[in-house]
């Protein structure tokens, strides 16, 4: 186990931003990280785990102990009624493998989340969510060191508080715990979920004959392919921003004003609206400000092209947060977290 000191954090986050840690460490195990919480050198310093550092905006160096999460490992518990299988899996494996992992074993319920970037430890934290599912629908509970301590709790769902892009872990629990395992309950008798987005289209356009779950993860990752870019050839964290849940009122004021705006109902007197469209809307699609900019292909997406500085891609995204509250009185919300 090895301590870095003053170490560089390029490679570790998808915006590819050149900050720099006090410590870096990894851990593979929960007695690893027992092992690292109890070093002196870590425990003089604020700790910062990172996963896939795919939701995270460096703007400084970080005056930290940063921990990156490697814990491995996938099992399977059938369940008695026959239908039904738990999936644990460590924290630091990638979250699209387990998807992979599950369509190999013929098991559902994530087929839609395929492709989303990080970490399975990262998922319950933020509710990861698209295309019509959320971590929430299949999650039972997850496994999360106590810092403070040194012991494993378990969380169950209820105790979770699962919102949108939200959890117990983005509120009275941040920075308190390190999610360790995550267990999931998939199913082997499928209902396919194709109703959001443009997942019938593809699988039109790829002339797919019969449903299953492989073709469903495959139309999702050729939407994903299509609309966001890769962050190994350009930075970026994804989505930046969260899709706004307005008012119904709101929205019809809007929809009179600009009849071509979107919107999903999420309660009689919510609806959400997407962000890339607002942020369009406001012309900041395929914006390229010096190394920075937003992305030509979809505008939900602020892109590092090379050597840009965290503050200035901060800078972007509160220029767009203004643009937006000004146009339409609806204030962004940004879904990467900004260190």
């Known amino acids: 186990m090895t301590i870095q000191r003053e170490a560089s954090l390029q490679p570790y986050n998808t915006f590819g931003i050149d900050a720099r840690a006090t410590l870096l460490a990894e851990f593979t195990s929960v007695e690893e990280l027992r092992q690292l919480l109890q070093n002196p050198e ?4 604020p700790k910062l785990i990172l996963g896939g550092g795919s939701n995270v905006l460096f703007t400084q160096d970080v005056e930290a102990a940063v921990l990156l999460n490697r814990i491995k490992g996938i099992t399977l518990n059938p369940e008695a009624d026959g239908k039904h299988v738990l999936v644990t899996s460590g924290s630091g494996e990638t979250w699209h493998d387990l998807v992979l992992y599950s369509l190999e074993q013929d098991l559902g ?7 989303i970037p990080g970490t399975v430890g990262a998922a319950p934290l933020q509710n990861i969510g698209a295309y019509g599912v959320e971590l929430k629908d299949t999650f039972v509970s997850l496994e999360a060191l106590e810092m403070e301590s040194g012991n494993l709790v378990t969380f169950t769902h209820e105790q979770c508080g699962f ?3 939200e959890s117990v872990f983005k509120k009275e629990a941040k920075g308190k715990f390190i999610v360790t395992s995550v267990t ?3 199913t082997k008798e499928h209902t396919f979920n194709t109703s959001y987005g ?10 797919v004959q019969e449903l299953s779950l492989k073709a469903i993860s495959q139309a999702v990752c050729h939407i994903r392919r299509s609309k966001l870019p890769d962050p190994a050839k350009i930075g970026n964290a994804g989505s930046f921003f969260k899709n706004p849940e307005i008012p119904l009122a709101l929205f019809e004021i809007l929809k009179s004003q600009y009849p071509g705006i979107p919107g999903y109902p999420v309660s009689p007197e919510t609806v959400k609206v997407p962000a890339g469209w607002l942020i369009e809307q406001c012309g900041w699609r395929g914006k390229i400000l010096g190394k920075h ?3 030509k292909d979809q505008a939900l997406v602020l892109v590092n092209y090379g050597g840009a500085a965290g503050n200035d891609v901060k800078a972007l995204a509160y220029e ?3 643009s937006v509250e000004q146009k339409f009185g609806i204030t962004l919300t940004p879904e990467v977290n900004i260190i």
């Open 320 to 322: 767009i947060i203004q």
């Open 163 to 165: 919102g949108y892009r």
């Open 42 to 45: 870590v425990q003089a310093l």
């Open 109 to 115: 319920g994530i087929e839609n989340l395929s492709l």
């Open 198 to 207: 443009a997942i019938q289209d593809t699988l039109l356009q790829q002339q």
């Open 184 to 186: 999931l309950r998939l």
């Open 293 to 295: 900019g937003v992305h």
